[in-house]
C-alpha cells in the first residue's frame, strides 16, 4: 500500500552525494542520490514504527550542476562503538585517544593521525523531489499519515535539519502543493552510470544495527529529470538476486 | 565513470598487465649465457598480457615475492648500484630466488624456462651479465626479461595457463563469501579488496609504483561495518579492466598540465585526426587557427550528415592528479562529441581579440598559453614555457571552461587583470592573450556589447573610462613625445580602480597637452576626448568592482589598438564589421 505523491523543492548551498568508488578523496555524484532524497523526507517526516519507507519517484534539478573543490584535514581514525565509550566511562577500559596529530614514528603506525582530503562537492544545488511513503504490511490510514507529512513541511517542521550527502551541508526545504509554483527543470541529458540506491534493504524495518545491502540502479537523466524506479523493479539491482546459469 | 571506461576496455585478465620492457637477458638452450639485449633499440618493447601480481599478493605470505618473467635489474640480474644497502641487497637476493623458483616450476610447460633459471642462479653467469649490463650503462631500476634460444616468453602463451593456476594459490581464502553488486558492471560479484594501481601519475602528485584510485585502507575511510573496498565493491575481473584501461588512457592521451594530468576518450573510437582534444591542448604541427577552422568545417559536417559516425559519440575527460598514493579525481567532465567541437570553437572565438596594431586579430592561444598567461609574469614580458606550478584547481576550471562552454573561472580573470596592471606599471607591453581571457570572461558572464575591437557603443561607464585613459596617453605622447614614466605607467593602476579620482586630473593635464599641438591634430584630439566623454555622460564612477576593472582594461585595450591602425578610421570599419558578424551569430 502507497501513499500519494508528495513534492518537495530543496536547496542549499553546498552538496556531496558521494560516489562510493570515489570516497577516500571524495567526488559527487553530479546529482542527488535516491537514498540522499530519502534522508531529507525521513527528516520532515519518518517514525520506525510507522513502518513505512519513503519510495523516490523523481528527482528533477532546477540548477546546473557545478562543483566545488574544498579541502580540510581529516583524522584518519574514526569513534569507536557506543560500548566501547560506555566501557570507558565506566572505567572498565582504558581511555584511548582519537589522534588528530602524529605520525608514524610516534604512533608506531601510519593509520592514525590527520591528512589532507579533497572533496568535490556540489555548490548552489536545488531539486524537486517526489516521494511517497510505501508500507510494508499495508496500513490503512495512509491519508492520515500523508496529511501529518503535508502539515509539517508546509511549516517547515523536521525531527532534524535535513542534509545533502553530508550534515555539514544542510538543506533547506519547500512542501510544493501546487503545479503552478512549479519552476521548469533545467534541461540537462546525462548517463551517470551505476548509481547507488540505497545502503539498506528498504523492504526491511531496518534499525540501527541493521547491516548493509546495498543496492545500485543504472541513473539516466533526461531533460533534468532522473526518473528512479521502485525499490521491488529489477531495474533497482539488489544483492540477492542470484543469476543462475 | 567507470561503466565507461569498461566500454572502452580491451582485453584485460586479472594476473596479466601491460609493461614495457628495457632489457632482454638471452642464453642458448642449455643455459649458456649469450648477452644482454636492449629490446627496441634502447627504448623498451611494450607487451600487453606480462604476468603481474598485485601489490598485496607481493607482499603476502611473509617471505619476499617477485613477478614472473618480467622484473627490475636488482632483482632479475642482482644489479644494483654500490652503495645499495645491506638490507636491499638482502631483499633483492630473496626476490631474485623466487623469480628463479617461478621459472623452474613454469618450465613444466615451458620447458625452455629451465634453462633461464639455470642462467640466473649460476654465479659467475650472474657477474658476466651485470658487467654486460654496466657496459651497455643499464639502470637497476629498468626492467628486464629473459630470452632461450631466441624464444621470447612474453610472446608466447605456454606458460599462462601455469601462471594463471598459480596466481591462484596466492589468493588468500575468505572465511565467507558475501556478493556484493558491482558498481563498475553492475554485476553480482565478491568484491576485490584492494585494487591494483593505476600507472603514470608520477609526475602530477603520484608515485613512482603507482596510485590506487580505490583504496580503503583507513578506518575513517569504512562505512557500515564494510571492509575495505567492499565500501565499493568491483569485481576484480572489472578493477583489472579499469586501471589497465585508466593507466593506458593516461600514458597514451595523457595531456600534463602544472600539476594536473588530463586524459580522455571516446565512446565509439574516432580517427586521430578528428579527435579535437589536441587542437586545444598542444597542436604539434598546425596552428590554433587551423585548430578553429577544423572545428568549424567537423561542426559543419556532422550538422549536415555528412559524419555519422561522429554524431552521437560522447566524450569522457578526467583531470587527475595524485595525493599519497591516492588517484585525485579533480573533474570528471562529459557530453556528446558534436557538443564538444562546438565549445572548442565557441572557446576559440570568444578568446579571439584585436592585436595591439589594430589591423588583425590575434592568433588564436593554446590552452597551454591561456594557463600559463594567467599565472606568470617574466622579466621581460614573455610567457613562461614552464607550467609545472600551475595549481591544478585553475587547470581543471579553465579546462571545464573550454569543454564545456563553462564560465571563465573570476580566479582567472582576477589573476590575469592583476598581471596587466603590473604590465603597465614596469611600463612593459601586456600581453595580448590576458585580454583575450577578460574577454572570454566577459562574453560568458552574459557581456553580448563585448567585441573583438573596440565597440564606441558599448553601455557601460567603466569601459569608456578606460578609453579615456588610452586617449589621454596618446595625446601626452603626441604633445610631449617620450616623457619617461607616462599617464598610463603613473595612474593605469589608480585610475581603473578609482578613475573618478584619477581622470578629472587626467583631463586637465590633457588641456595643457592640447595646447601644445597643432590646431587640426588639437582639434582631432578634442573632439575624441568630447566623443569618449560623451559616452560617459555624467555616471564617472567613483570606484570600479574587480569586473568593472576587467571593462576598463578592455576599454583601453581596444581604443589603443584603434588608435594605432591609423587614427581609428581602419580598425573601425573591420570594427563594425567584425562586431556585427559576432552579433548576428
Keep these: 500500500m502507497r501513499g500519494k505523491t508528495h513534492c518537495l523543492e530543496v536547496w542549499g548551498d553546498f552538496a556531496c552525494f558521494t560516489r562510493p568508488e570515489m570516497k577516500v578523496e571524495r567526488f559527487s555524484y553530479p546529482v542527488i542520490t535516491p537514498s540522499a532524497a530519502r534522508g531529507i523526507f525521513d527528516a520532515i517526516y519518518w517514525k520506525r514504527s510507522y513502518g513505512f519507507y519513503w519510495q523516490i519517484e523523481k528527482v528533477e534539478i532546477l540548477k546546473p550542476p557545478r562543483y566545488i573543490a574544498l579541502r580540510r584535514n581529516e583524522v584518519k581514525d574514526k569513534a569507536p562503538p557506543e560500548s566501547t565509550i560506555i566501557a570507558w566511562k565506566e572505567g572498565k577500559r582504558q581511555i584511548e585517544p582519537l589522534w588528530a596529530d602524529g605520525d608514524r614514528d610516534l604512533l608506531g603506525t601510519d593509520q592514525k593521525g590527520r591528512t589532507q582530503r579533497q572533496t568535490m562537492a556540489l555548490k548552489d544545488v536545488h531539486y524537486r523531489l517526489y516521494a511517497h511513503m510505501k508500507f510494508r504490511n499495508g496500513v490503512s490510514n495512509t491519508a492520515t499519515h500523508d496529511d501529518q507529512f503535508v502539515r509539517r513541511a508546509s511549516h517547515g517542521k523536521c525531527f532534524y535539519q535535513p542534509f545533502f550527502g553530508c550534515r555539514e551541508f544542510p538543506a533547506f526545504f519547500q512542501h510544493i502543493e501546487t503545479d503552478d509554483e512549479k519552476k521548469t527543470a533545467f534541461p540537462l541529458d546525462m548517463d551517470l552510470g551505476w548509481m547507488l540506491y540505497d545502503v539498506f534493504d528498504l523492504r526491511q524495518a531496518n534499525d540501527e544495527f541493521a547491516h548493509p545491502r546495498i543496492s545500485i540502479f543504472h541513473a539516466r537523466m533526461i531533460r533534468g529529470v532522473l526518473n528512479v524506479p521502485q525499490y521491488d523493479e529489477p531495474a533497482v539491482k539488489k544483492v540477492e538476486e542470484v543469476t543462475h546459469a | ?585
Design chain 2, 1 to 585: 565513470m567507470l561503466d565507461a571506461l569498461l566500454k572502452v576496455a580491451g582485453s584485460t585478465e586479472p594476473g596479466f598487465a601491460r609493461k614495457i620492457v628495457k632489457w632482454a637477458i638471452t642464453c642458448a638452450a642449455d643455459g649458456r649465457f649469450t648477452g644482454v639485449i636492449p629490446l627496441s633499440e634502447g627504448k623498451g618493447q611494450e607487451y600487453s598480457h606480462c604476468p603481474n601480481l598485485r601489490f598485496s599478493e607481493l607482499v603476502g605470505g611473509g617471505g619476499s615475492r617477485s613477478h614472473f618473467l618480467v622484473e627490475g635489474l636488482s632483482t632479475l640480474a642482482l644489479y644494483w648500484k654500490d652503495d645499495t644497502e645491506q638490507k636491499e641487497q638482502e631483499k633483492n637476493h630473496a626476490k631474485h630466488k623466487y623469480f628463479c623458483s617461478l621459472l623452474e616450476s613454469a618450465s613444466l610447460d615451458a620447458p625452455y624456462l629451465k634453462a633461464g633459471a639455470e642462467m640466473l642462479k649460476d654465479e659467475e653467469t650472474l657477474i658476466a651479465i651485470q658487467a654486460d649490463l654496466k657496459r651497455q650503462k643499464a639502470k637497476s631500476t629498468e626492467t628486464a626479461t629473459i630470452m632461450v634460444n631466441g624464444i621470447n616468453p612474453l610472446e608466447r602463451d605456454d606458460w599462462k595457463n601455469w601462471w594463471r593456476k598459480f596466481r591462484q594459490t596466492l589468493q588468500t581464502p575468505k572465511p565467507t563469501t558475501s556478493k556484493m553488486r558491482c558498481f563498475a558492471s553492475g554485476e553480482l560479484v565478491e568484491p576485490l579488496m584492494t585494487h591494483p594501481k593505476i600507472k603514470g601519475l608520477a609526475g602530477v602528485g603520484g608515485l613512482g609504483m603507482g596510485d590506487v584510485l580505490i583504496g580503503f585502507d583507513k578506518d575513517a575511510s569504512q562505512s557500515y561495518g564494510l571492509e575495505q573496498s567492499a565500501n565499493a565493491a568491483i569485481s576484480e575481473d572489472a578493477a583489472t579492466a579499469y586501471t589497465e584501461t585508466l593507466s593506458g588512457l593516461i600514458r597514451d592521451k595523457g595531456i600534463k598540465f602544472g600539476g594536473a594530468m588530463i586524459t580522455y576518450w571516446f565512446l565509439d573510437s574516432i580517427p586521430d585526426e578528428d579527435d579535437p582534444f589536441p587542437w586545444l591542448t598542444e597542436p604539434p604541427e598546425q596552428t590554433s587557427a587551423v585548430a578553429e577552422l577544423k572545428a568549424s568545417q567537423l561542426l559543419r559536417a556532422i550538422k549536415e550528415g555528412l559524419r555519422p559516425d561522429l554524431a552521437g559519440n560522447r566524450y569522457i575527460a578526467l583531470v587527475l592528479s595524485g595525493a599519497a598514493g591516492r588517484v585525485m579525481v579533480r573533474e570528471i567532465m562529459e557530453g556528446l562529441f558534436e557538443i564538444l567541437v562546438a565549445n572548442i570553437e565557441k572557446w576559440f572565438s570568444d578568446l579571439a581579440i584585436v592585436s595591439r596594431e589594430g589591423d588583425r586579430l590575434v592568433p588564436f592561444p593554446k590552452f597551454f598559453s591561456v594557463a600559463n598567461a594567467i599565472e606568470f609574469l617574466s622579466k621581460d614580458g614573455n610567457i613562461l614555457r614552464n607550467i609545472n606550478d600551475v595549481p591544478p584547481s585553475l587547470i581543471s576550471g579553465l579546462l571545464r571552461a573550454a569543454l564545456t562552454n563553462g564560465m571563465i573561472p573570476a580566479s582567472a580573470m582576477s589573476r590575469a587583470l592583476m598581471r596587466i596592471r603590473a604590465d603597465f606599471v614596469a611600463a612593459r607591453p601586456p600581453l595580448e592573450v590576458r585580454f583575450s581571457i577578460i574577454r572570454a570572461y566577459l562574453k560568458r558572464k552574459g557581456d553580448q556589447n563585448m567585441g573583438t575591437y573596440l565597440n564606441k557603443e558599448h553601455p557601460h561607464p567603466a569601459y569608456h573610462c578606460g578609453r579615456l585613459l588610452a586617449v589621454f596617453a596618446r595625446l601626452q605622447r603626441a604633445a610631449l613625445g617620450d616623457v619617461g614614466a607616462g599617464v598610463v605607467q603613473r595612474y593605469y593602476a589608480a585610475a581603473s580602480q578609482t578613475p573618478g579620482l584619477i581622470l578629472g586630473r587626467l583631463a586637465t593635464n590633457a588641456k595643457n597637452h592640447l595646447g601644445k599641438l597643432e590646431g587640426g591634430l588639437a582639434w582631432w584630439y578634442e573632439n575624441l576626448i568630447a566623443d569618449v566623454m560623451g559616452k560617459i555622460k555624467n555616471d564617472m564612477p567613483r570606484t570600479l568592482t574587480l569586473e568593472e576593472q576587467s571593462l576598463f582594461a578592455l576599454g583601453y585595450y581596444q581604443q589603443l589598438a584603434a588608435l594605432n591602425a591609423g587614427k581609428g578610421e581602419k580598425s573601425e570599419n573591420i570594427a563594425d564589421n567584425d562586431n556585427n558578424k559576432e552579433g548576428t551569430k
